[in-house]
């Protein structure tokens, strides 16, 4: 091993960095915040990480907020002095739909900058302040040395980022903790892990989110009701 990393010093670097995954290098399972969803639960091997950076690839209104909010009313709940921040979101916070759900509204705090250095230090200042427990940021592009920072931020303020993006926006491999891609679904939304640490990416796989709103999902089991024929009618 040492002669390897010897002939490869960009290999070395990256280890050291921790840039580097390895298959000898697992992460044990059920561990992480729950999501709320069983599914997404699986996938994860037990949940969403307690603190870090999570890249959420996403369309702008296929439910990828209410995904999150079950996972951060459950760390408002454990952290009740500690703020949810919402920064730089393209739609307007529905304050209605987040008490109804169970959100202490005074915890809520959402931020629009109007340029977008100040997206990002607002962002970082929230994650390292100690007083947030999530971060929400809408953001179209990143560096590698921007998230690197975020990631820092979010270590020493025992935080979680979750940064939702356009799927179609640049392709670069960020340094994140987790990365998710969503789509629409009938039954709610369909997810793909696409980053994680201590494990390959899976298969594609559908989230119900008909526990929380039914009216916006299909029944898991719902079938298509198929009508008889006028011949057999008339028989």
């Not at 490869?8 to 580097?20: A, Q």
């Not at 940021?137 to 690197?148: D, G, I, N, R, Y």
């Not at 899976?202 to 009508?227: C, H, I, R």
Request: with cysteine; proline share 6%.
């Amino acid at each position: 091993q040492y002669i390897y990393d010897l002939m490869h010093p960009t290999i070395s670097y990256l280890k050291h960095k921790n840039l580097l995954w390895q298959a000898s290098h697992t992460q044990p399972t059920g561990h992480g915040q729950h999501t709320g969803f069983k599914e997404l639960d699986n996938a994860l091997q037990g949940g969403f990480p307690e603190y870090g950076v999570i890249d959420i690839r996403s369309q702008i209104g296929i439910g990828e907020l209410r995904l999150l909010l079950p996972s951060i009313l459950t760390r408002q709940q454990q952290k009740p002095t500690e703020l949810v921040t919402f920064i730089a979101p393209p739609l307007s916070i529905n304050s209605e739909m987040l008490a109804e759900f169970g959100f202490a509204l005074d915890q809520v705090m959402v931020v629009q900058p109007l340029l977008n250095k100040q997206v990002l230090w607002s962002t970082e200042q929230s994650l390292k302040s100690g007083c947030c427990h999530s971060v929400v940021l809408w953001h179209a592009s990143l560096s590698v040395t921007q998230v690197k920072r975020l990631q820092v931020a979010a270590e020493k303020g025992q935080c979680l980022l979750f940064i939702v993006r356009q799927p179609q926006q640049e392709h670069i491999s960020l340094p994140v903790t987790l990365g998710i891609q969503l789509s629409p679904s009938k039954v709610g939304i369909k997810a793909q892990i696409t980053k994680r640490k201590g494990s390959w990416s899976n298969a594609s796989f559908n989230v119900y989110m008909g526990a929380y709103w039914p009216e916006l999902s299909q029944s898991e089991d719902s079938k298509v009701l198929t009508f008889p024929s006028r011949a057999s009618r008339a028989g």
